[in-house]
Every structure is written in C-alpha cells, then in structure tokens.
C-alpha cells in the first residue's frame, strides 16, 4: 500500500521516539553506523595556573565511512587563533569510532571514554602553530536529551532530525604544548560535549544556523540554535536550559520564547564574509537578559580540505542577569552560512 507523505512522516517519528527512549549511556556516546552522519563535539574555556585564559574546540565527524575532524585553539590573552584538519576514509588504524563505547579517532587524534568512570580522554595535536592538547574531562552532570525524547526536530520532513545528546558541564584538566618537545603548560577549566546522529540533511530553505552554548554562574546552562531562513528563525528553532545541580530536570525552550538581536558584526579579512559578532539574548520565561562578547574576533575556520565549510566558532563571554540578578559565564557561540560554504550534508546542530 502507497503511504502518503504525511503518514509517513508521522510513522516516523513515532519509530524515532521509540528509539530515542531506548538510549543507553554510556553506549550511546559511541557510534551508530545505521546514521548517514554523526559528530562528537567538543568546546570549553581553560586557563593556566598564571591566569591566561585559552578555548578550544575538538570535532570528529563521521559521514557514512568517510571521517573528518577539527581541531581549534585561541589564545586569549596571546590574540591569536589557529585551526587544524583532517580527512580520512574508516580503515583499522586510521580513523574510526567504536559503537559500543565512546571512542573516535583520526590518526593521532582521539576522544575516548576511561575505563567506564565516566571520564572522556581528549588529545589533539596541530601543525606548527597549533601545538599539542591532552585533557582528561570529568562529567558534573547526567546526559542531557534534547528535543521529544533526545529527537531534534530541524525541518518538517521526516529527514529533518537528529538524536541530539549532551554533557552541558564537565570539569577539564590537562596540558598543552605550542612546539614539537616543549614543555606542557598545565591547564583546568570547563568544557561542554555534543552527540549528533541522523540522516544528516539540511532543511530546504534554511541558509544556516547560530548555535549557543552557555555555561553561567549560577551553574545553570542553556543551549539554543537558531535556524535562519529567507524570513527570519526558522520555526523548528529552539533550545534547552539545564538548571543547577538540585534544580530540577532540564526544560526545552521555545524560540517564540527567544529574542536573539546582533548588536555589532564583524568581517573575516579571510573569506569577506560578514558575521554577527556581540549578541543581545533574551529568554522570557527565564528572566533572562545577557549580552554575549566574542574574546577574539577572529575565531573563523576554512575548512576546505574537510568539512568544505567556512564557520566562526569561538570562545565569548557572558554577562547579564537572571531575575533581576547579576549573572555571568562563559559560552562557545557557531555561525554558519555567512560565508556561503555550507554543504549538503553537513546539517545544523
């Protein structure tokens, strides 16, 4: 029997939150072969025992058999900002990911689970410029499942999903070293971990997307995409708060929530695209009005021998408050589609 296009995208998504409610960790922090596409991802703000403040971002991608990863590093208080990636098909030794437990790789590059403590084992090593970071992360919080049962909806077709799962608060501790058999310089800080996985197809009509992770003061944090239209956000724009320990479960937030303004923007000397740069964020039902900062303009990744797309992604600052109250933090803030290098394939968060 011929199933109509709306039956069978109510199908489904009634099969999709099936599985979504039968996700197991830490299993579900590996692979899932049976998804078209799949990134782990990582960000987080660190600093050295002296008090110098650095972020980073660690991606790997897998799209069917093919693996990709990127690797970026900003020197705050230094000014500069450098990236690193690669490109690899999965063979034995080269690049691939476990799907029984967390652990992808690209050559030397890797992210693993310890021994099932629930700690992750992150190391990247650059070319000259980039330097050479090894973190272990601690876990403060359980899973985060957004969207109807861990199902992210980004458009109305029954492709337009992914299973979104993430770790909105882990404890970081590790070394870095910017040359070839230097010394590491010891680091601490915090850092966030994003799981996606699904047939991986970007929405018709979107041209692109703005993606928030905050991590305040108050020991909350929020996550909010924007999916940017012709018109405007995207209706299947939206986002999750993760209160403070003791708080309460996480709640989803509604764009029409949401007042997201740029107030200046910024253009990359590198691809003359122009990108939002200090945010105005406002949440209604939070009480909550912030201003995000970047601490580097230049945080704008090319990767033409990857992913195919140029995006800005970096460390900013968070001030603001909640309530009526002060409230600060730091976030990690991922425009794409301004430099019109998005590709097939490669959807939104």
């Known amino acids: 029997m011929r199933r109509s296009p709306i039956l069978a995208a109510c199908l489904g998504l009634l099969l999709l939150g099936a599985a979504a409610a039968t996700l197991q960790f830490p299993k579900d922090h590996g692979s899932h072969p049976d998804a ?5 991802y990582w960000t987080g703000h660190l600093q050295s025992d002296d008090g110098k403040p650095y972020g980073f971002q660690l991606t790997f991608f897998r799209l069917r058999d093919l693996f990709l990863a990127h690797f970026a590093w900003s020197d705050i208080g230094g000014g500069k900002f450098a990236f690193a990636q690669k490109t690899h098909l999965g063979l034995p030794g080269i690049a ?28 990247a090593r650059g070319p000259k410029g980039v330097g050479e970071l090894s973190l272990t992360l601690t876990p403060e919080k359980a899973p985060v499942l957004h969207g109807e049962n ?21 404890s970081a501790a590790g070394s870095f070293t910017a ?28 041209q692109g997307w703005d993606w928030f992770a905050l991590q305040l003061s108050d020991g909350s944090e929020l996550m909010l995409y924007r999916m940017r239209t012709a018109s405007g956000a995207s209706p299947f724009s939206a986002g999750t708060f993760v209160p403070a320990a003791g708080g309460g479960a996480p709640t989803p937030i509604s764009w029409k929530d949401v007042r997201l303004e740029p107030r200046t923007r910024w253009t990359s ?5 122009t990108y939002p740069a200090v945010w105005s ?7 909550l009005e912030l201003t995000i900062t970047p601490l580097l303009a230049d945080q704008e990744l090319s990767t033409a021998e990857s ?15 909640r309530a ?8 990690y803030v991922e425009m794409t589609g301004y430099a019109g290098r998005d590709v097939p394939g490669f959807s939104a968060p």
């Open 36 to 40: 078209t596409l799949e990134w782990w």
């Open 96 to 123: 691939g990911a476990s799907p029984s437990h967390l652990d992808a790789f690209n050559e030397d590059w890797f992210a693993r689970a310890n021994d099932g403590d629930g700690r992750q084992l992150l190391h």
């Open 150 to 170: 861990g199902i992210s909806r980004k458009g109305a077709g029954p492709d337009d999903y992914s299973h979104y799962v993430s770790i909105t608060r882990l």
């Open 179 to 206: 040359t070839p058999g230097g010394v590491g310089r010891a680091l601490h800080g915090e850092a966030w971990f994003d799981h996606e996985w699904g047939p991986g197809g970007l929405p018709s009509g979107v």
């Open 269 to 273: 000397p590198h691809s003359k695209a």
């Open 281 to 287: 964020l406002g949440v209604a039902s939070l009480s």
């Open 307 to 321: 992913t195919g797309v140029t995006y800005w992604e970096g460390a900013c600052k968070v001030e603001g408050s």
């Open 324 to 331: 009526g109250r002060p409230v600060g933090g730091r976030a």
